[in-house]
């Protein structure tokens, strides 16, 4: 279901890979326990010495981390937001937009136009919350009172619904993107994008945080008619195309990193900045017959320890023939 995210979107992760975000998520876990035992006849509501949480609600209940979760990532009040485990106020809502924008319009500025024949803003936002796996707990039971009162091992009451994962997956593609076609044809581009996937598993009650963010850099210039001699089977050719060359250079930095509630720990298990140069020159001999001098580098260098600084290089010419008519 399509949700809206952004209020959190942007708040970095701290020195130590701890998150402000996360510490919420955490700290809501008493606020929503405190709400379900308040409204359950069968809790005591009293505090459990062991946990610090009321009676059947303890912090890894998968009833308490659910709301706890979604108001502490959608920017949202625990005091407020629908205690139902597949959370009302999102699944039964309406679904919220997302979207694409595009805007042409700088050109008819009259500076602008003077140097540019387009200019182009760019900017799209995509954000889903999906509940992976579910199924009707077979050891639930409720009341005339219409609530739990059966228990698992550890004292908490067991859910309606045995939920494997919930997930939050949010892509600004990009958050800010300009195109640019100048007066004499070159071509400039620039792309911010950003993303995160945010997965809760609550078989070992662990929050999988996988983070992006990139920006792009781009140009290309076309020469009109470019031409040269060329000597096929003795016999010489004159031949005019278009020379196209294109060049881009892009940092992205990916993160995963592994938040466990009951270790209290944040650790990075993956990722790394990625710098990608691409140049590229390609020439049209015949309607049939493409010609390609490419040069790639991409340098990874990761952010755990465990693994290796490394560099790939893809460079040299393709032919390519098209038989197809």
């Given at each position: 279901?399509?949700?809206?995210?952004?209020?959190?979107?942007?708040?970095?992760?701290?020195?130590?890979?701890?998150?402000?975000?996360?510490?919420?998520?955490?700290?809501?876990?008493?606020?929503?326990?405190?709400?379900?035992?308040?409204?359950?006849?069968?809790?005591?509501?009293?505090?459990?010495?062991?946990?610090?949480?009321?009676?059947?609600?303890?912090?890894?209940?998968?009833?308490?981390?659910?709301?706890?979760?979604?108001?502490?990532?959608?920017?949202?009040?625990?005091?407020?937001?629908?205690?139902?485990?597949?959370?009302?106020?999102?699944?039964?809502?309406?679904?919220?937009?997302?979207?694409?924008?595009?805007?042409?319009?700088?050109?008819?500025?009259?500076?602008?136009?003077?140097?540019?024949?387009?200019?182009?803003?760019?900017?799209?936002?995509?954000?889903?919350?999906?509940?992976s796996s579910f199924a009707t707990?077979?050891?639930?039971?409720?009341?005339?009172?219409?609530?739990?009162?059966?228990?698992?091992?550890?004292?908490?009451?067991?859910?309606?619904?045995?939920?494997?994962?919930?997930?939050?997956?949010?892509?600004?593609?990009?958050?800010?993107?300009?195109?640019?076609?100048?007066?004499?044809?070159?071509?400039?581009?620039?792309?911010?994008?950003?993303?995160?996937?945010?997965?809760?598993?609550?078989?070992?009650?662990?929050?999988?945080?996988?983070?992006?963010?990139?920006?792009?850099?781009?140009?290309?210039?076309?020469?009109?008619?470019?031409?040269?001699?060329?000597?096929?089977?003795?016999?010489?050719?004159?031949?005019?195309?278009?020379?196209?060359?294109?060049?881009?250079?892009?940092?992205?930095?990916?993160?995963?990193?592994?938040?466990?509630l009951v270790e209290n720990m944040?650790?990075?298990?993956?990722?790394?900045?990625?710098?990608?140069?691409?140049?590229?020159?390609?020439?049209?001999?015949?309607?049939?017959?493409?010609?390609?001098?490419?040069?790639?580098?991409?340098?990874?260098?990761?952010?755990?320890?465990?693994?290796?600084?490394?560099?790939?290089?893809?460079?040299?010419?393709?032919?390519?023939?098209?038989?197809?008519?």
């Amino acid at each position: 279901m399509t949700i809206i995210g952004m209020k959190t979107a942007f708040i970095a992760d701290n020195k130590d890979n701890s998150n402000d975000v996360f510490q919420k998520f955490k700290d809501y876990r008493i606020i929503i326990a405190t709400r379900l035992a308040a409204q359950n006849p069968n809790s005591t509501q009293q505090i459990v010495d062991s946990t610090g949480f009321p009676d059947g609600y303890g912090p890894t209940s998968q009833d308490v981390l659910i709301p706890a979760f979604l108001a502490a990532y959608l920017g949202k009040s625990p005091d407020n937001i629908s205690l139902t485990p597949f959370s009302e106020q999102i699944l039964k809502a309406i679904p919220l937009p997302n979207w694409r924008l595009t805007y042409n319009g700088l050109t008819k500025i009259g500076f602008i136009k003077k140097y540019f024949r387009t200019v182009t803003l760019s900017h799209t936002y995509r954000c889903t919350y999906n509940v992976s796996s579910f199924a009707t707990n077979v050891r639930y039971k409720e009341g005339e009172d219409g609530f739990s009162f059966i228990r698992d091992q550890i004292g908490n009451f067991i859910a309606e619904k045995e939920i494997g994962q919930i997930s939050i997956t949010e892509q600004f593609s990009p958050l800010v993107g300009l195109d640019l076609t100048m007066i004499n044809s070159l071509l400039v581009k620039f792309e911010w994008k950003k993303s995160r996937n945010l997965s809760l598993s609550f078989a070992n009650n662990q929050l999988t945080e996988v983070a992006s963010n990139e920006y792009v850099v781009g140009a290309g210039y076309r020469f009109k008619d470019v031409s040269f001699n060329l000597n096929l089977g003795g016999k010489r050719r004159h031949i005019k195309s278009d020379l196209n060359l294109k060049a881009d250079f892009s940092v992205r930095q990916n993160k995963t990193t592994l938040r466990k509630l009951v270790e209290n720990m944040d650790q990075v298990s993956a990722g790394g900045q990625i710098i990608s140069i691409g140049v590229s020159a390609d020439y049209q001999i015949s309607e049939k017959f493409n010609v390609r001098l490419f040069y790639d580098h991409i340098i990874n260098n990761p952010y755990v320890s465990s693994q290796y600084p490394n560099s790939n290089i893809n460079g040299g010419l393709s032919l390519r023939f098209t038989l197809a008519q």
